[in-house]
């Protein structure tokens, strides 16, 4: 099977899911409980997370699996064979509270590097795609990045994790963003994020997520021509595309200095007030 036969197949799978999606929200169908004690999680997660797998099992039985809530195996990251990355429900969070801000994350990864991404949000009715070295696209139309060349003009997404006691030092950053750059957006998605840097809605995106909230997004992001990249090093013997600690993804002409923001502000060397 061909690239293209892939993502058609993993762009169907995606749709499927978010029909699952939609109509589970329609008929109040689900029930939410709390996994690893702060997280959120619906039963429609888990269902979805099964349907995909069966899916895939049909056209890719040999192939390894990484998805958020049946193959949440951080060891896949380090194998270079093939692998599909799978977030059922991105925006969990949102798709329990009844907001917009869902989406269907699969990415296909070769030798640690993403081939192939799809992120469909069915209640926005958007889908986009990228394979390799093939551009991206929205509902099937090119996107971009935007051209932001000023922090001061930009707007900002990021997120924050589930456990408390990690936010804490993630508001000193939050102070300098909102201090240099236009504003702040926290949508709950971080697949979609990425989504909307690629097609210029969104300036920039940082944030620390796992392998299936980003693989996807990722790519699409970095075909549409976002510079994408991490503000730390990655360590040795993992693969970059598959490592979500401290992502850094923006319009090319302001990732320097909004990572040079990010980490003076990690050291606390940030003195607010220098906004243009
Ligand atoms: C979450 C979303 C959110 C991000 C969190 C993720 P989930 O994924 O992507 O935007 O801030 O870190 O865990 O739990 O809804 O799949
Ligand atoms: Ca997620
Ligand atoms: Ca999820």
Redesign the pocket.
């Known amino acids: 099977m061909d690239l293209s036969q892939r993502l058609a197949r993993a762009q169907a799978l995606a749709e499927a899911a978010g029909e699952m999606i939609v109509a589970a929200r329609r008929d109040h169908g689900f029930s939410t409980r709390m996994k690893a004690g702060q997280?959120l999680v619906t039963d429609v997660d888990l269902a979805v997370d099964e349907a995909i797998r069966d899916g895939l099992d049909r056209d890719f039985p040999d192939e390894a699996r990484l998805t958020?809530e049946l193959a949440p195996d951080r060891e896949a990251m380090q194998q270079s064979g093939p692998l599909w990355v799978v977030?059922p429900?991105?925006?969990?969070?949102n798709f329990a509270h009844g907001l917009a801000h869902v989406a269907v994350s699969i990415a296909w990864m070769e030798h640690g590097k993403a081939q192939l991404g799809v992120v469909h949000a069915p209640f926005l009715g958007q889908t986009f795609t990228a394979m390799r070295g093939q551009g991206a696209f929205l509902n099937g139309q090119r996107i971009r990045a935007s051209r932001a060349d000023r922090l001061a003009s930009s707007l900002v997404a990021t997120?924050?994790?589930?456990r408390r006691d990690s936010r804490a030092p993630l508001l000193r950053r939050l102070a300098a963003v909102l201090d240099r750059c236009r504003d702040v957006r926290r949508n709950?998605?971080?697949?979609l994020?990425l989504c909307d840097v690629a097609c210029g809605r969104l300036d920039a995106y940082y944030?620390s997520?796992?392998p299936w909230?980003f693989a996807a997004g990722l790519l699409i992001a970095r075909e549409a021509g976002a510079s994408a990249g991490h503000l730390y090093p990655c360590p040795s013997g993992l693969h970059e595309e598959l490592y979500g600690e401290n992502l850094l993804v923006t319009a090319p002409a302001i990732h320097d200095a909004l990572g040079e923001l990010l980490r003076l502000a990690d050291e606390d060397r940030y003195e607010p007030g220098q906004g243009d």
């Open positions: 997280e958020e977030d429900i991105d925006g969990t969070v997120g924050f994790p589930y709950g998605s971080a697949a994020d944030e997520v796992s909230d």
